[in-house]
């Protein structure tokens, strides 16, 4: 029997190549869904953070600069009674910092900068996980929408009114500390993987426009973040772009700031790659 | 058959094939893309168009590479040979779609031109485990772009089929550059296995299909062995199917030697449109056919029939005794020669 020759131009396939592109469709398909369940399976879990994007929200807290443009916000009372704060560090859209932003608007209210700032409402994009926020301020200064009369449990309360750039600070411990460089928009929820290898050069991109850059140290069961900042009160973004997103050993002395962790680095000394 | 152009030149199979392509195209982004936010209801849009097509474009180009080699083993495959350069243009949109999403999801919106960012944000070249694995992908996506702008025969036209077949030999050189991009990337942010082995999976079945598909070639290759004058001795009359072509092999040269209506010619074995394998072909209205894509020629002059102009060298034939004699120095492209008789 002579064999069947196909011409792809002619209205029809032999009826031999027919049955055989059944057969192969038919492995496709189981194929195709195979792989995308495994392709899908095989993918590691993915972080839970939230970016409220293109939904803003108002938010009001003390303004401060140091070290890194943030609100600070009253969150609840502790179990002593003391007023409890959060730290929501501000960034600008994009992959930019918000100090421009924030001496803008300091600069429009007629504070000093180096002053314990001021309290006002804010508006922005909230992105929160693991128990930290951060805000975009998405529209520039434009993001300051009014002054506020400081509350009386919080104008009452000392610690709110404590300056947070009080220069060299005896009491903080020094450490070292192994963990990976993030850029904390990204890693909090803007982006999904926001950390790792995949993630490195949007890391870069986001710390070079300036995200304040924080370490994170995981263990077995939590993870603890600690802005990197200068012992010289500079910010060390640009030292610190070579040991982005990989494992990284790094001395420095820190202080609590509110529900984040402050590590005062001297970055040509503090840092190596693991 | 280059006698004029055409954007895409429909027949029915032609759209039978891209709509069994559409099919499983979109069933694949359906069931991904379905999964992944049953799964990880948090997963964002952007991310989730970065992995289906990404998944998706590796999985196609393998598809794509397989399907040369399965061809030499199952005849019938050669019917996804035919319209092969719909499914590599498709992969080269569906890989763009993934490239520019990442680029604008990692570097654009930033302090950096984003072409520039993707050069030097990462800037560990010399590391193999930190090495920017971001450029690997964007210099396969360069090739697959130049492949599929020139994947048309008014360009196979344009480059000669020479060119054209190196330009599109660099498809492995892509290939290449996908896997490292792959293994250098997406694989070091898991903790599973399983994309690893599923990579390694495709890899050596696209490697090892390869290198079966050359050693079944070579087994087949049939060489020149006895001289009688300017002619090579190749073969007996009745070791060549009717209608049919043996292939032989003379200091490189491959020559398709076909029998029809008790006749013998020569010809090269290779077309001239993509270097389909004419010894594979069959006689069709007194033409030598090319099993991909049905490009056709005369058998005793190497000319495409009027009005097409496409010609492939011819060689002198003698049957002497049942026995086929051919002469390896052609006479040229669509040089006349008389077949030989076989009675």
């Given at each position: 029997m002579e064999k069947e020759f196909y011409i792809g131009y002619l209205p029809e396939a032999p009826a031999a190549h027919k049955k055989w592109v059944k057969k192969f469709l038919g492995i496709l398909i189981i194929a195709i869904l195979l792989l995308a369940g495994l392709l899908t399976f095989g993918q590691g879990m993915i972080s839970k953070g939230i970016f409220n994007f293109g939904k803003t929200s108002e938010l009001e807290g003390y303004l401060r600069m140091y070290p890194v443009p943030h609100l600070k916000v009253y969150n609840d009372k502790g179990i002593y009674g003391e007023n409890l704060y959060k730290t929501v560090i501000l960034t600008g859209a994009?992959?930019?910092?918000?100090e421009e932003i924030v001496k803008e608007i300091f600069e429009k209210n007629n504070k000093?900068?180096?002053?314990?700032g001021f309290y006002c409402q804010l508006n922005g994009t909230l992105i929160y996980n693991d128990g930290k926020a951060l805000f975009e301020?998405?529209?520039?200064?434009?993001a300051y929408l009014k002054t506020l009369d400081i509350p009386d449990n919080i104008l009452n309360d000392t610690l709110s009114n404590?300056?947070?750039?009080?220069?060299?600070?005896?009491y903080r411990l020094e450490t070292t500390l192994k963990g990976e460089i993030i850029d904390p928009k990204c890693y909090f929820g803007?982006?999904?993987?926001?950390?790792?290898k995949v993630h490195k050069s949007c890391a870069i991109r986001c710390i070079s426009g300036g995200i304040p850059p924080v370490l994170k140290v995981s263990s077995e069961s939590t993870n603890q973040y600690y802005i990197l900042f200068g012992?010289?009160?500079?910010?060390?973004s640009s030292d610190i772009l070579d040991y982005i997103a990989e494992p990284v050993e790094i001395t420095g002395r820190f202080e609590a700031l509110d529900d984040w962790f402050v590590l005062y680095i001297d970055p040509e000394k503090a840092i190596r790659k693991l | 058959m280059s006698v004029g152009y055409k954007f895409i030149d429909w027949n029915p199979q032609k759209k039978k094939y891209d709509a069994v392509m559409a099919g499983c195209i979109l069933l694949y982004l359906l069931a991904f893309i379905l999964l992944n936010t049953m799964m990880?209801?948090?997963?964002?849009a952007e991310t989730l168009i970065i992995r289906a097509t990404g998944t998706l474009a590796i999985l196609m180009l393998h598809v794509i590479l397989i399907i040369g080699p399965l061809a030499r083993f199952v005849p019938e495959a050669k019917i996804l040979l035919y319209n092969r350069r719909h499914l590599g243009v498709s992969m080269f949109f569906i890989s763009a779609i993934h490239g520019i999403f990442s680029i604008i999801q990692y570097?654009?919106?930033?302090?950096?031109?984003p072409i520039v960012s993707l050069f030097?944000?990462?800037?560990?070249?010399?590391?193999?485990?930190?090495?920017?694995f971001m450029i690997l992908g964007f210099f396969a996506l360069v090739i697959l772009f130049f492949m599929a702008a020139t994947s048309h025969d008014f360009w196979l036209n344009k480059l000669s089929p020479k060119t054209w077949k190196r330009l599109h030999m660099m498809v492995y050189v892509a290939y290449t550059l996908l896997i490292f991009h792959v293994l250098l990337g997406t694989l070091q942010n898991e903790k599973s296995l399983l994309g690893f082995l599923l990579l390694l999976l495709g890899s050596i079945t696209v490697c090892g299909m390869h290198i079966m598909a050359g050693i079944k070639n070579r087994k087949e290759e049939q060489l020149f062995f006895k001289k009688s004058g300017e002619f090579e001795l190749v073969c007996?009359?009745?070791?060549i199917e009717n209608n049919r072509a043996k292939l032989f092999t003379f200091k490189g040269k491959s020559i398709a030697i076909y029998k029809y209506d008790d006749k013998i010619s020569a010809v090269d074995n290779?077309?001239?449109?993509?270097?389909?394998?004419?010894?594979?072909g069959k006689i069709i209205d007194g033409c030598i056919t090319?099993?991909?894509?049905g490009w056709q020629y005369l058998p005793e002059n190497g000319q495409s029939p009027p009005p097409f102009q496409e010609k492939i060298p011819t060689y002198e034939v003698r049957v002497t005794k049942g026995l086929v004699y051919v002469?390896?120095?052609?006479?040229?492209?669509g040089a006349a020669i008389k077949a030989a008789q076989i009675n």
């Open positions: 994009f992959k930019f910092g918000a000093d900068l180096n002053d314990t301020l998405t529209d520039g200064a434009d404590q300056a947070m750039i009080d220069g060299f600070n005896p803007a982006m999904k993987p926001g950390s790792g012992e010289d009160k500079k910010s060390v | 990880f209801p948090e997963i964002t570097h654009g919106g930033g302090n950096e031109n030097t944000s990462n800037m560990d070249y010399f590391s193999f485990v930190e090495f920017p007996r009359v009745d070791e290779y077309c001239k449109h993509q270097g389909g394998p004419l010894s594979e090319c099993p991909w894509h002469n390896p120095i052609s006479k040229g492209e």
